[in-house]
Each structure stands twice: as structure tokens, then as C-alpha cells.
């Protein structure tokens, strides 16, 4: 069982707008805007898409974006396109001497 | 260009022992924080431990479920970060990633991974 919660899978059709949520606790989450999303593709190492909530890291286009309210934080990918079909991990800061937690991980499927 | 190579996964026997190890380059690795995350097959991704550079004390942080038996160590000479792993269990099986630990958690730059197989 993971420490984050995310759906296992989200889907949308090209040029949607597709939006997965991440839920933690006070602790880590709602306690911290140190959210951070992974983009992993198949047999591949997993790519830093947003740090801080809603930060992006040079090249990650802008149809990424990140929020949080509370506990849940959110990655939102608008304008879909075939490239974005991965899976999806967030991440969170958890205090207590730098720990991290992560969440399940989303399956998204571009239609 | 920053370039993270791990090595040392094998095969082990329940109780058995491993060294993974990460070679870096590209960046200034004794300025760095390092962390190991690791993958089970088919399923998500789980911090194991963290290692600070030598400047802020060289102190490291663990994962509840490896700690103490589970060591992260560095040797800034050899641009190389370890993870040491003793009382192997079935459930340690994954593919483990070298990661440089970012600011708050953020990890921006990973390895290809290296596979540990735990099984008798």
C-alpha cells in the first residue's frame, strides 16, 4: 500500500484535457508545497515533470501543470497527445529528515 | 550532461547479501545529496534512503522498510554512491534507480536501474 493515493488509471482522447489526483495527509501533502510528478514510459527511468506543486522543469511543455488544495494535489496534462501515454507518479516531501513517499502511480491512456 | 550508471544487481538468495553502486558524472557530485529508489515489477515506485553530501554531514535517512538492513554510504573520490543490503527478503525484489535527492524531495535526474532478484 502506497503512502500517496492516486486512481490507477485515467484516460482521454487527443486534444483533451486529462486531470489525476494525489491524496496524502497533513504530513505530507497538505503539510508541505513539495508535491513533485514522474512521467515513466516502459522500461524506462522515470522523468521529473513538475517539482514544487507547479513548477516545470526546463523543456517539460506547458500543457503540464500542477496544483494542490488541502491533502490532494493534482497533474493536469492538457492538449493530450499520443507521447503522453505513461504511467504517472506524484511524490511528496514528508518532513522528518527528508523522507519521501510516493503514490500508486496512474496508467494514462491516450484513445 | 549529468549521467547516473548503476551496477550490482544479481540474483540472491532469501538472506543473502548485495552491493548496488552508482557512478556519476556531469554534475558536482560531492555537493550532492544522493537517494536510492527502488520498483517492484509492475508496480510503484517506494524511496529506500538518502545519503547527504559531505559538507552537511554525510547523515542518511531510510525507508521504514529497510532500515537496518539497508546502508547508503559515498565516496566522493570515485563519484560513487552505494547501497549496501543485507537480510535480503523476496519482497526487496525491484529494480533499484541512483537518483540525485533535489531540493524538499525532488528527484531530477535517475539512472537506467539495475535489477535485484531475491529468491531461493
Known amino acids: 500500500q502506497s503512502a500517496l493515493t492516486q486512481p490507477p488509471s485515467a484516460s482521454g482522447s487527443p486534444g483533451q484535457s486529462v486531470t489525476i489526483s494525489c491524496t496524502g495527509t497533513?504530513?505530507?501533502?497538505?503539510?508541505?508545497?513539495?508535491v513533485s510528478w514522474y512521467q515513466q514510459h516502459p522500461g524506462k527511468a522515470p522523468k521529473l515533470m513538475i517539482y514544487?506543486?507547479?513548477k516545470r522543469p526546463s523543456g517539460v511543455p506547458d500543457r503540464f501543470s500542477g496544483s494542490k488544495s488541502g491533502n490532494t494535489a493534482s497533474l493536469t496534462v492538457s492538449g493530450l497527445q499520443a507521447e503522453d501515454e505513461a504511467d504517472y507518479y506524484c511524490?511528496?516531501?514528508?518532513?522528518?529528515?527528508?523522507?519521501?513517499?510516493f503514490g500508486g502511480g496512474t496508467r494514462l491512456t491516450v484513445l | 550532461e549529468v549521467q547516473l550508471v548503476e551496477s550490482g544487481g544479481d540474483l540472491v538468495k532469501p538472506g543473502g547479501s548485495l552491493r548496488l553502486s552508482c557512478a556519476a558524472s556531469?554534475?558536482?557530485?560531492?555537493?550532492?545529496?544522493m537517494s536510492w529508489v527502488r520498483q517492484t515489477p509492475g508496480k510503484g515506485l517506494e524511496w529506500v534512503g538518502r545519503?547527504?553530501?559531505?559538507?552537511?554531514?554525510?547523515?542518511?535517512e531510510y525507508a521504514v522498510p529497510v532500515k537496518g538492513r539497508f546502508t547508503v554510504s559515498r565516496d566522493d573520490s570515485k563519484n560513487t554512491v552505494y547501497l549496501h543490503m543485507n537480510s535480503l527478503k523476496t519482497e526487496d525484489t525491484a529494480v533499484y534507480y541512483c537518483?540525485?535527492?533535489?531540493?524538499?524531495?525532488?528527484?531530477?535526474?535517475w539512472g537506467q536501474g539495475t535489477l535485484v532478484t531475491v529468491s531461493s
Open positions: 537518483t540525485i535527492h533535489g531540493d524538499f524531495g525532488r528527484f531530477g535526474s
Open positions: 497533513s504530513s505530507d501533502v497538505g503539510g508541505y508545497n513539495y
Open positions: 545519503v547527504k553530501s559531505k559538507t552537511d554531514g554525510e547523515t542518511t
Open positions: 511524490s511528496s516531501y514528508a518532513g522528518s529528515n527528508n523522507k519521501v513517499v
Open positions: 556531469g554534475f558536482t557530485f560531492s555537493n550532492a545529496w
Open positions: 514544487e506543486v507547479s
